[in-house]
C-alpha cells in the first residue's frame, strides 16, 4: 500500500466545480481520535494545533461515546489541550449555545454515536450556526462522528441508530461522505457478514455521492478550497456504479 507524506501533500477536489469546497473553510477530517498504542488526539494533537491556531476551543460532546456524560467526555480534550496550553470549553457549558457557536475561536466535534450527535445539533438549532460559523473562516477539527456530519449526510456513518435525527443531512462542507475507520476486507476471517466495502456499495445502489474511506491516524485538511489527504495510509474511493479505488491521490474524484 502506498503512503502518505508531509513531503507529498495529495493535493484533492481541485479545479472541479462539482467538487467545489468553500475557499473560506478551514477544515481538519480525521478518521479517529486515537489509534492503537496511544493516548487520545496524541498522534494528532501537534499537527491539530498548528492547523487549528486557537488558543482556546469549543469542543462539541453530543455524541457521547460509549454514553459518557457531557462533562466526562470534555474532560479529555480539555487534558490533550490543555497539555499544550490551550483551553477547551464544553458547549454544553453555555446557557446559549448559539452564541458561544458564533464567539468560537475553534470548534471541535468529538467521535461517538453520529445520529445522537446529528440529533442534538437539530434539536438545539445549531446546524445552521455551524455551517455560519465555518463559512465565515472559523477552523473546524472532527473527529470520527464529527468528521461524518461534514459530509453531505450520514448515511456511511458505521453506527447504530440509536436515536433518529430529523433528517439524514449533514453539514455538508464536503462534496461527498466520509466513512471513518474503513476497515479492510480479511481474506482469512471466517465472518460471513458484510465487509465495510460491502457497505458502501449497497449505499451507491440508492446514492450517488462519492464516499472516502478514511483509515485509522488519515485525515483531510481542507484550506482554500482544496482538500489534502494527510496521516501515513491511503483512501480508498468509491463512487457509483464504478469499482472501488485505492489511492494516494484523490483527485480521482475530479471525474465524477
Known sequence: ????TENNPLILLQNSEQMKINPKYRLLVASTSTVFGSGYLEYIIDDA???????EILFVPYARPSGATYDEYTESPKKAFGQKGIKVSGLHEFSEPKKAVQNAKAI???GGNTFLLLKTLYELELIDELKTAVSNGIPYMGTSA???ICGIDIGTTNDMPIVYPPSFEALGFLPFNINPHYLDPDPNSKHKG???ETRIYEFHK???QPVVGLREGSRIEVEQGSAALKGPLTARIFRQGMEAVEVNDLGILKEQ
Open 1 to 4: 500500500m502506498t503512503t502518505a
Open 49 to 55: 494545533i498548528k492547523f487549528l491556531k486557537a488558543d
Open 108 to 110: 471541535f466535534i468529538g
Open 146 to 148: 464529527g468528521s461524518n
Open 194 to 196: 458484510e465487509t465495510r
Open 206 to 208: 440508492f446514492n450517488s
